[in-house]
C-alpha cells in the first residue's frame, strides 16, 4: 500500500466531515496513535572518548559504536516504519468530526482525492464507555459499497485520567496491518503479509508491552523472500528495557538466500535506563546445523555511549574482545525460536 496514495487522502475524507478540529468528542482516543506502539530503544547524545576508565586506551573495535546496539535500533525501525504512517492517517481523521454517526457508530468517509483510484472509509464502534472497534476499508473508486475490503482493524481500550478524560497516546488493544488485502486495490505499494499488533501503555509511569507478529513480508526490493517474525518488547520508565525478536528464513550459506534450507534466528537485547545494554543473539538450524557449526551465537556489551566494551563469538575466537564483567547484564540469554 502506497503511504503517499492513503495520507493523500486524508484532506478528502476530512473535507466529507467538516473542517473543524473539535476539543473532544465522544469518540476522542478511540484509535491507537503510533506512539502507543513505538518501539523505544536508549539513543546517544553524546560521545565517550575511547578510553576505559583506568585511563588505558581500548582497541578500535572495542571501543566503536556497538554493532548489536545497532542491530536493535535497525529491528525496532523496522515496526515503527511499518505502522507510523497508517496510524498517523486514522489520529489524523478522527480528531475530525464524522461524516455521519448513528447510536454509537461513527463513519468519516468515503472519500478520496480526484485523481486516485481508490476510495477510503473509516469505521468505529463503541462497546463499552471506553472500549472501540475500528476499521479502515478501501475499495476502487469506481466500485460500489459491497466492494470495501478492510486493511486496517482492531479495538482499542482507550486510556483516562482521574477526571474519566482521554489520554492521548495511551490504552491498550490490539489491530491487524493485512498489505494483501491493500494488493488487491488499484492504488498499493510493494508490501505484503500481515501484521498483528497487541500493545498496552496504560499511563505514563506504566510499563509499555508489544507483541507483533508478522506473517509472509518481505524485505524491500530486490528481494522476493517471504518470512516470518515475532516481535516482543517491554520497557518501563527509570527501569530499562527489553526487545526480543525471532525470524525463520534462509540466513546461510552466503550469499543469501541460497534457496535451501531455513534457519532460525533470534535477538534479545536487554538495556538499562542509563543506555548501557546487552544482545545475544543465536543462528541454528537449516543448513547451519547441516554444515556442523550450530548453533552461532554472538554476544555483546555496550556503555552508557553505546560504544561496544564486550563481544564473544562463536565462529571466530579472533574477533573476541573485552571482558564479560563489563556487562550490565552478567549473563547471556538466547531465546528460542517460538520466543
Known amino acids: ?10 484532506s ?41 576508565s583506568d585511563g588505558t586506551k581500548r582497541s578500535a573495535l572495542l571501543g566503536d559504536e556497538a554493532d548489536s546496539y545497532k542491530l536493535t535500533r535497525a529491528v525496532t525501525d523496522i515496526v ?44 468505529v464502534t463503541r462497546v463499552e464507555p471506553h ?25 482499542h481500550t482507550r486510556a483516562v485520567n482521574d ?12 489491530f491487524t496491518v493485512d498489505w494483501d488485502a491493500a494488493q488487491t486495490l488499484p492504488d498499493h505499494g510493494d508490501a505484503v503479509g500481515v501484521a498483528r499488533f497487541t500493545y498496552a501503555r496504560a499511563a505514563p509511569g506504566a510499563m509499555t508491552t508489544i507483541d507483533v507478529d508478522f506473517k509472509g513480508i518481505k524485505d524491500d526490493a530486490p528481494s522476493t523472500e517471504l518470512y516470518d517474525a515475532l516481535y ?14 525471532a525470524a525463520k528464513r ?14 532460525d534466528f533470534t535477538i534479545h537485547s536487554r538495556w538499562q535506563e542509563t543506555g548501557t545494554g546487552r544482545t545475544d543473539y543465536e543462528l541454528t538450524g537449516g543448513d547451519v546445523a547441516t554444515a556442523g557449526i550450530a548453533p552461532v551465537t554472538v554476544s555483546e556489551c555496550w556503555d552508557t555511549a553505546f560504544l561496544s566494551t564486550y563481544r564473544n563469538v562463536s565462529y571466530d575466537p579472533s574477533l573476541n574482545w573485552g571482558a564479560e564483567t563489563s556487562c550490565s547484564f552478567s549473563a547471556a540469554s538466547f531465546l528460542t525460536p517460538s520466543l
Open 1 to 10: 500500500m502506497k503511504r503517499s496514495s492513503v495520507l493523500c487522502s486524508v
Open 12 to 52: 478528502a475524507m476530512l473535507a466529507l466531515g467538516g473542517c473543524m478540529i473539535p476539543e473532544a468528542g465522544d469518540f476522542a482516543g478511540s484509535t491507537p496513535t503510533a506512539e502507543n506502539v513505538a518501539l523505544a530503544v536508549p539513543a546517544s547524545t553524546t560521545q565517550s572518548a575511547l578510553t576505559a
Open 80 to 123: 515503527n516504519g511499518a505502522t507510523g504512517a497508517v496510524l498517523l492517517l486514522v489520529k489524523t481523521i478522527v480528531s475530525y468530526p464524522p461524516t455521519s454517526v448513528q447510536g454509537d457508530t461513527a463513519v468519516w468517509g468515503p472519500g478520496s482525492q480526484p485523481l486516485e483510484k481508490n476510495s477510503y472509509r473509516l469505521t
Open 131 to 155: 472500549v472501540f472497534t475500528w476499521a479502515l476499508d478501501a475499495k476502487p473508486k469506481a466500485a460500489d459499497d459491497t466492494a470495501f475490503i478492510t486493511i486496517l482493524s482492531g479495538t
Open 163 to 174: 477526571r474519566g478524560r482521554p489520554i492521548e497516546n495511551y490504552g491498550s488493544g490490539s
Open 232 to 245: 516482543r518488547y517491554t520497557a518501563t520508565p527509570g527501569a530499562g528495557g527489553e526487545l526480543k525478536y
Open 250 to 263: 534462509d540466513y546461510f550459506p552466503d550469499p543469501h538466500p541460497s534457496g535451501t534450507a531455513l534457519e
